[in-house]
């Protein structure tokens, strides 16, 4: 039986891959700390309904904390290990630096040295679109240069695909990073818009749009960014090249993959699919830009569908409807 170790399994997206994972006879090694970045009773939900396979095993504790991954990697010797768990959000990560500095840049520097201790068939590590920072030219390639990140989340990021290329080309790790691209649906984090938008709209709040909507967002659903993931975690590097949109490092076996829909949505085009399936209208305060933010982002998928052959396809009218729906059940909005 092959054997996963994915980091931040009980958050939005680790959900959802170890679940992906466990349907295809995986065995699932999930760490997650259960912080109380937002509350932990939505993480707690999602880890009960992965604990209730016989193939995965819940590990509780916090990536940064030393030797935790080392002793794991000994004890498992996973073949693929998917790295998710981070301290996540733009705006908090001015609230808070050193959150960041703790999870992103100490927890991933423990991840590689499990990795060089206990070296797994092939590492994937998430990294985010906001890499791409005060980049105007679009859809951004993995192949632009992005050294001006507006937000320190972002920097922090930037800082793990430094870190990851350099223990790719000094130990030979296969190392695959992937950049996020605005991802969202059912089991969503309670700090992500899908959740302010439509807890609002049922409460009868107004929402806030920034940038007075003027925003352009390549939404991706979440059940096509783990499908896409689970396509990579066989496409490994090892000095092939996937046509001239590779990002294929010249000293090492690493590439970087964005992952979204490759075709950016109107922020208020969003709203209005939430009021659709919300069956309501939203109140709208328009406010100015946030600090740290970037009005529009759009992936090239090229690279993805070269080494996958797939590519994500979910239209966000039918994403919202399936978020709304699912809000519905587990908040008991709209009733």
Same mark, same amino acid.
């Given at each position: 039986?092959?054997?996963?170790?994915?980091?931040?399994?009980?958050?939005?997206?680790?959900?959802?891959?170890?679940?992906?994972? #466990?349907?295809?006879?995986?065995?699932?090694?999930?760490?997650?700390?259960?912080?109380?970045?937002?509350?932990? @009773?939505?993480?707690? @939900? &999602?880890?009960?309904?992965?604990?209730?396979?016989?193939?995965?095993? @819940?590990?509780?504790?916090?990536?940064?904390?030393?030797?935790?991954?080392?002793?794991? +990697?000994?004890?498992?010797?996973?073949?693929?290990?998917?790295?998710?768990?981070?301290?996540?959000?733009?705006?908090?990560?001015?609230?808070?630096?050193?959150?960041?500095?703790?999870?992103?840049?100490?927890?991933? +520097?423990?991840?590689?040295?499990?990795?060089?201790?206990?070296?797994? =068939?092939?590492?994937?590590?998430?990294?985010?679109?906001?890499?791409?920072?005060?980049?105007?030219?679009?859809?951004?390639?993995?192949?632009? $240069?992005?050294?001006?990140?507006?937000? +320190?989340? !972002?920097?922090? $990021? $930037?800082?793990?695909?430094? /870190?990851?290329?350099?223990?790719?080309?000094?130990?030979? #790790?296969?190392?695959? /990073?992937? =950049?996020?691209?605005?991802?969202?649906?059912?089991?969503? &984090?309670?700090? /992500?818009?899908?959740?302010?938008?439509?807890? !609002?709209?049922?409460?009868?709040?107004?929402?806030?749009?920034?940038?007075?909507?003027?925003?352009?967002?390549?939404?991706?659903?979440?059940?096509?960014?783990?499908?896409?993931?689970?396509?990579?975690?066989?496409?490994?590097?090892?000095?092939?090249?996937?046509?001239?949109?590779?990002?294929?490092?010249?000293? !090492?076996?690493?590439?970087?993959?964005?992952?979204?829909?490759?075709?950016?949505?109107?922020?208020?085009?969003?709203?209005? !699919?939430?009021?659709?399936?919300?069956? =309501?209208?939203?109140? &709208?305060? /328009?406010?100015?830009?946030?600090?740290?933010?970037?009005?529009?982002?759009?992936?090239?998928?090229?690279?993805? &569908?070269?080494?996958?052959?797939?590519?994500?396809?979910? *239209?966000? *009218?039918?994403?919202?409807?399936?978020?709304? *729906?699912?809000? =519905?059940?587990?908040?008991?909005?709209?009733?």
């Amino acid at each position: 039986m092959r054997c996963a170790l994915v980091t931040g399994a009980a958050g939005f997206i680790g959900f959802h891959l170890s679940r992906l994972l #466990l349907a295809e006879g995986w065995r699932v090694v999930g760490v997650d700390n259960h912080n109380d970045y937002y509350d932990p @009773a939505l993480k707690a @939900a &999602r880890e009960s309904q992965l604990a209730s396979d016989p193939d995965y095993r @819940a590990v509780r504790g916090a990536v940064e904390d030393p030797g935790l991954l080392t002793a794991l +990697f000994a004890e498992e010797r996973p073949e693929a290990v998917v790295h998710l768990a981070a301290q996540a959000g733009v705006r908090y990560s001015i609230e808070n630096p050193r959150a960041y500095v703790q999870a992103n840049l100490l927890g991933t +520097f423990e991840l590689l040295e499990a990795a060089r201790a206990h070296p797994p =068939r092939h590492m994937l590590l998430a990294s985010t679109s906001s890499v791409y920072g005060a980049n105007t030219e679009m859809p951004y390639r993995e192949t632009d $240069k992005a050294d001006s990140q507006m937000s +320190f989340y !972002a920097a922090t $990021k $930037k800082s793990n695909e430094a /870190m990851a290329h350099s223990y790719a080309h000094l130990f030979g #790790l296969p190392v695959t /990073m992937f =950049r996020f691209f605005t991802v969202y649906g059912p089991w969503g &984090r309670p700090d /992500m818009a899908p959740y302010l938008f439509t807890s !609002a709209i049922f409460d009868g709040r107004p929402i806030k749009v920034f940038n007075h909507g003027d925003m352009l967002r390549d939404f991706t659903f979440v059940s096509d960014l783990v499908r896409a993931i689970r396509l990579l975690v066989d496409a490994v590097p090892g000095g092939e090249r996937a046509g001239d949109f590779d990002s294929l490092s010249p000293v !090492a076996p690493y590439r970087v993959v964005n992952i979204g829909n490759g075709a950016p949505v109107p922020l208020l085009d969003f709203i209005a !699919a939430i009021e659709s399936a919300a069956g =309501r209208k939203a109140q &709208r305060q /328009m406010l100015p830009m946030q600090p740290g933010d970037v009005p529009a982002t759009w992936a090239d998928t090229t690279l993805l &569908r070269a080494l996958s052959g797939y590519a994500p396809q979910t *239209a966000v *009218a039918d994403g919202v409807a399936a978020y709304v *729906a699912w809000f =519905r059940e587990y908040y008991g909005g709209g009733a």
